[in-house]
T-cell receptor
């Protein structure tokens, strides 16, 4: 089945230790998104790629970076995680111009 | 700033009754409206979309939109324990999914 896959499902890192979350998709969608969702909060868009074009949200901290080496894969790098970065990180995809999001299962990040 | 407001709940409804979930939004230019269901620790799943004033029915779910009042609601008939989840309202002013604004969600509990 075509899908969006996130690894790992749970990630524990130490304060200040760089961490990378990964996302892959078999839907061949142009657009890939990274959302951050804290407990009982709305998903917050961090950035998205339209093909290779990177679009950063204005209030996304510099601590968060992303890479999209090809259509299928997208990575979220957190350079120096703080306690406030503990959250569920959701990867999603969509066709260009479509409002329908296809979410991965998410990565729950804990920072110790 | 575009805002989407939802009562966080929990909203407790007896099994078999109608659950009514409400959402208001601030951007009068909003064109597209979505309801996502999110089980605890899981990613959001799209269950309804609505674009025109009035009602849209899909199985046990009915979405209602009133653009003049900037109000969208979701009714769940014959509520089942499996409907217990957080329901996120999302609103878009057009274009792709990067314009979606999510609410914080309403936590719904269906009591057996």
């Amino acid at each position: 089945d075509a899908m969006v896959i996130q690894n790992p499902r749970y990630q524990v890192t130490q304060f200040g230790k760089p961490v990378t979350l990964s996302c892959s998709q078999t839907l061949n969608h142009n657009v890939m998104y990274w959302y951050q969702q804290k407990s009982s909060q709305a998903p917050k868009l961090l950035f998205h790629y339209y093909d290779k074009d990177f679009n950063n949200e204005a209030d996304t901290p510099d601590n968060f970076q992303s890479r999209r080496p090809n259509t299928s894969f997208c990575f979220l790098d957190i350079r120096s995680p703080g306690l406030g970065d503990a959250a569920m990180y959701l990867c999603a995809t969509s066709r260009a111009g479509s409002e329908k999001l296809f979410f991965g299962s998410g990565t729950q990040l804990s920072v110790l | 700033q575009k805002e989407v407001e939802q009562n966080s709940g929990p909203l407790s409804v007896p099994e078999g009754a109608i659950a009514s979930l409400n959402c208001t939004y601030s951007d009068r230019g909003s064109q597209s409206f979505f309801w996502y269901r999110q089980y605890s620790g899981k990613s959001p799943e799209l269950i309804m979309s609505i674009y025109s004033n009035g009602d849209k029915e899909d199985g046990r779910f009915t979405a209602q939109l009133n653009k003049a009042s900037q109000y969208v609601s979701l009714l769940i008939r014959d509520s089942q324990p499996s409907d217990s989840a957080t329901y996120l309202c999302a609103v878009n002013a057009g274009g792709g999914a990067d314009g979606l604004t999510f609410g914080k969600g309403t936590h719904l509990i269906i009591q057996p």
